[in-house]
């Protein structure tokens, strides 16, 4: 056995043998997964890797949507800046992710209701019936899914995480209401991506560390394989994407 027995509260589940593993199934597991990672890193060191056709449609489709929130913020006088797991591929990688169908910002609560009106007014006006959208609201972050029409496998989310003051400014609370130094986030800097220039925090590695002290190392949400390979197999996918991505940077040219 490889577990000691837990002391367990009388109202608490009680663990059987049968949930209990030998030292010798463990170290088997291990060796798998140690494999697993051995081969991992020699894709990640030794080779250079292209997207499909589709995963770049994706990826074009999340740029266009994060610059078409950008341009609204600027627009109306918003401040925003990348955030999370979107943030952490960013210095990590240098680009969006596109397989997680994410994307995080960070934003003031004195901006985010007012974000909601304008959004709601923008999105109606540019994009008509062409692209839905949802609004989710929790504690935590406040979450916006793009629908698109022809498209029933394709839901992107933007997933808004809300920041306060503390009553000096000198200090900001997060969304979990974990406190951190005002001057880790502010003045935003900008992050170049490709064609693209965003808003991120002042020291990008210290705000990420805030979050979580082993970022560097944590694993982004796992993405939903099987909803991708889904919208995959829809017949002329291409054109479609290549269609909402054509809708979308029509809308940034003009905006």
Not at 70 to 79: A, P, V
Not at 98 to 124: C, I, R, T
Not at 156 to 182: C, G, I, R, T
Request: hydrophobic content about 35%; overall charge negative; proline content about 4%.
């Amino acid at each position: 056995m490889i577990l000691d027995k837990l002391k367990k509260d009388k109202n608490e589940e009680i663990i059987s043998d049968e949930d209990y593993v030998s030292r010798k199934e463990f170290n088997k597991l291990k060796r798998r997964i140690n494999a697993h990672q051995y081969y991992l890193n020699n894709i990640y060191v030794f080779y250079s890797l292209e997207p499909t056709q589709f995963l770049k449609e994706i990826k074009d489709l999340s740029y266009g949507m994060m610059e078409f929130l950008g341009h609204l913020c600027d627009k109306h006088d918003l401040t925003y800046w990348l955030d999370s797991d979107t943030l952490l591929n960013v210095a990590r990688h240098g680009e969006f992710m596109p397989e997680n169908l994410d994307l995080n910002m960070g934003m003031l609560k004195s901006d985010l209701m007012k974000f909601v009106e304008v959004f709601k007014s923008e999105m109606n006006n540019t994009f008509s019936d062409n692209v839905a959208y949802e609004f989710k609201e929790s504690p935590e972050f406040f979450k916006i899914t793009f629908k698109f029409n022809d498209l029933e496998d394709l839901l992107l989310e933007v997933n808004v995480f809300p920041y306060d003051y503390l009553d000096d400014e000198s200090m900001v609370k997060d969304s979990e209401d974990k406190p951190f130094k005002a001057d880790i986030l502010f003045p935003l800097g900008k992050m170049q991506l490709d064609d693209y220039s965003y808003p991120v925090p002042c020291d990008v590695y210290e705000y990420l560390k805030h979050r979580n002290d082993d970022f560097m190392f944590s694993l982004s949400r796992v993405p939903d394989f099987d909803r991708l390979n889904r919208l995959r197999k829809q017949p002329d996918l291409f054109e479609m994407l290549k269609r909402y991505n054509a809708m979308f940077r029509s809308a940034n040219e003009n905006f």
